[in-house]
C-alpha cells in the first residue's frame, strides 16, 4: 500500500475539477481523476497534474464514473481502491447544470429529476460509499486528523435563480448533505467540508460571460473579478492538509465576497 494520500475528485476532467487536481498535485497527493466520458479530457487533467508533481510516488489515474448510478459510483470507489491500494479523501465536485434554463413555471420534471440524480443524490450516496469503507476497514487516513469529505457546492445553494431552480435545489440540498455526513462523521475521524464557489470562469458559464462581465463589473463581487479553478483548488487543498482540523462542517466561501451583504 502506498504511504501518498490518495484523492478521489470527481468530475475532474476539465473546469473546476481540473483545477482542484492540479492543485493537489502541487501538494504532493495521488488523484483518482473521475470523469464522466470525456477521457481525452481526462487524460489531459493526469498530464497537468504529473507536470506540477512534488514526488516520484504521486500517481494520476482517470476512473470512469456516472455519479447519477448506483451502479457507476459503486464501480468507482472499487477502481480507485484496486488502482490505488487506498483512499483517504473524497472531494465530492462533479455536477450539472440544466440544458434550457427556464423560468420555475415552465421548467420540467425531466430536468429537475436529472439535476437532483447528479448534483444531490450522486455525491450524497457515493459519500455514504466512501465513508462506510473507512468506517469498516481498520485503515489509518494519511491526512493530518484523518480522512476527509469535501463537498463543492456554489452560491446557489443560498441566492435564487428564478431561471434555474433545479440546480439551486440540488446546491442548497448539497449544503445540508454536508452538515448531515460532518455530524454525522465527526467523532469517527472524519472531517466533512463545504466549499462554495461564487461566480467561475469555466465551461459551464461560457454562454453567460457577457451578463456575468457586466455584473461584476457593476460591483456584484467586491474583489471584482471571476473566480478560476485555481482559486478554487487552493482552498480544497487547504483543508485537505489539514489546515482547518477543529472546524468540520464549516462553509467555505470562494466567492470573492459576494456572500458579504452590503448596501
Request: with cysteine; aromatic share 8%.
Amino acid at each position: 500500500m502506498s504511504n501518498t494520500p490518495v484523492i478521489l475528485v470527481t468530475g475532474a476532467s476539465r473546469g473546476l475539477g481540473r483545477g482542484i487536481a492540479i492543485e493537489l498535485a502541487k501538494s504532493g497527493y495521488s488523484v483518482a481523476i473521475n470523469y464522466a466520458g470525456n477521457i481525452t479530457a481526462a487524460e489531459e487533467t493526469v498530464g497537468l497534474c504529473a507536470d506540477v508533481a512534488t514526488t516520484t510516488e504521486q500517481k494520476f489515474v482517470p476512473v470512469q464514473g456516472d455519479i447519477s448510478s448506483a451502479e457507476s459510483r459503486k464501480k468507482m470507489v472499487e477502481v480507485t481502491l484496486d488502482t490505488f491500494g487506498r483512499l483517504d479523501a473524497l472531494v465530492n465536485n462533479a455536477g450539472i447544470a440544466p440544458k434550457v434554463r427556464a423560468d420555475i413555471t415552465e421548467a420540467t420534471e425531466e430536468s429537475f429529476e436529472s439535476l437532483i440524480k447528479t448534483n444531490l443524490m450522486g455525491p450524497y450516496f457515493l459519500t455514504q460509499s466512501v465513508v462506510n469503507y473507512w468506517l469498516q476497514k481498520d485503515i489509518q487516513a494519511l491526512l493530518p486528523g484523518g480522512f476527509k469529505v469535501v463537498f463543492v457546492t456554489s452560491i446557489s445553494s443560498h441566492t435564487a435563480s428564478i431561471s434555474r431552480g433545479d440546480y439551486c435545489i440540488s446546491k442548497a440540498g448539497l449544503s445540508m448533505a454536508t452538515q448531515l455526513w460532518a455530524q454525522r462523521t465527526a467523532a469517527e475521524g472524519i472531517q466533512v467540508y463545504e466549499c462554495r464557489p461564487g461566480i467561475m470562469k469555466t465551461d459551464m458559464t461560457s454562454a453567460v460571460t457577457s451578463k456575468y462581465d457586466a455584473l461584476i463589473a457593476d460591483g456584484l463581487v467586491p474583489q471584482q473579478r471571476w473566480g478560476t479553478p485555481e482559486d478554487l483548488g487552493l482552498a480544497v487543498t487547504a483543508l485537505i492538509d489539514g489546515k482547518f482540523p477543529f472546524s468540520t462542517g464549516t462553509v467555505i466561501d470562494v466567492d470573492g465576497g459576494f456572500q458579504i451583504q452590503h448596501l
